[in-house]
């Protein structure tokens, strides 16, 4: 059973627009979201994270917005870039009962912004 | 600059054999985890340290095992390789408590003929 659920597996935008990924998960005990980027034959590089007591966390053009009454997360690209096209991953992590908060991922959507 | 290395990236070879992929971390990180990404999965976890003399199994596990003897390295073992191995390995390492990211190494594609 996925936990952790990204149900478009691939997004085309068009470079300038906004790229809006979203992501689905199931555990109520997750407390820490995490989204990595990742280019292929590259391993993935942490992009934005946020904490489950906040409900928006903004990095330049990158925004990720948690909404917990709909266990459900977002990850917004404003404007999108052609160097953005990569993989994106969703992970979600929960610390309690000694656990140091191992990363649970979602399937990937890949990105495509055209120019 | 502190890097995590993964060593080799790649690697063929047979069904029976015994494998073994190395990754070191210079970032003094307590944990370190190793995952496997195939298409249509994700990234699943496979095991996971804590620390020196922590191993512990991960979703994925069966056929795969993991010793911690320093700070630094985290050997990943398949003892008998299977074609259903042949994947893309990715090893990651985090200081401990909340909120720290995983670094990852650049990956190991294993064809297991």
């Known amino acids: 059973d996925q936990q952790v659920k990204q149900n478009s597996p691939s997004l085309s935008v068009q470079e300038g627009r906004i790229s809006i990924l979203n992501c689905d998960y199931t555990?109520?005990?997750?407390?820490?979201f995490l989204w990595y980027k990742k280019y292929p034959a590259e391993g993935p590089t942490f992009l934005i994270s946020?904490?489950?007591?906040?409900d928006k966390n903004e990095d330049g053009r990158f925004t990720v917005f948690l909404n917990k009454s709909a266990k459900h997360l977002s990850l917004h690209i404003v404007p999108s870039q052609p160097g953005d096209s990569a993989v994106y991953f969703c992970?979600?992590?929960?610390?309690?009962?000694?656990?140091?908060?191992?990363?649970?991922f979602g399937k990937g959507t890949k990105l495509s912004v055209k120019p | 600059d502190a890097e995590i290395t993964q060593s080799p990236r790649h690697k063929i070879t047979e069904t029976g054999r015994q494998v073994t992929l190395a990754c070191h971390q210079t970032?003094?990180?307590?944990?370190m985890f190793w995952y496997r990404q195939d298409l249509g999965h994700g990234l699943r976890l496979i095991h996971y340290?804590?620390?020196?003399?922590?191993?512990n199994k991960g979703e994925v596990s069966d056929g795969y095992s993991v010793s911690r003897s320093n700070t630094e390295d985290l050997p990943l073992t398949l003892e008998s390789a299977a074609s259903s191995q042949t994947s893309v390995y990715f090893c990651?390492?985090?200081?401990?408590?909340?909120?720290?990211?995983?670094?990852f190494g650049p990956g190991t594609r294993l064809t297991v003929l």
């Open positions: 946020i904490s489950s007591i906040k």
């Open positions: 340290s804590y620390g020196v003399q922590d191993t």
């Open positions: 555990n109520s005990m997750f407390d820490y």
């Open positions: 990651a390492s985090s200081d401990s408590g909340f909120g720290n990211e995983q670094f």
């Open positions: 970032w003094n990180h307590n944990n």
């Open positions: 992970a979600a992590s929960a610390h309690y009962g000694g656990s140091q908060g191992n990363l649970i």
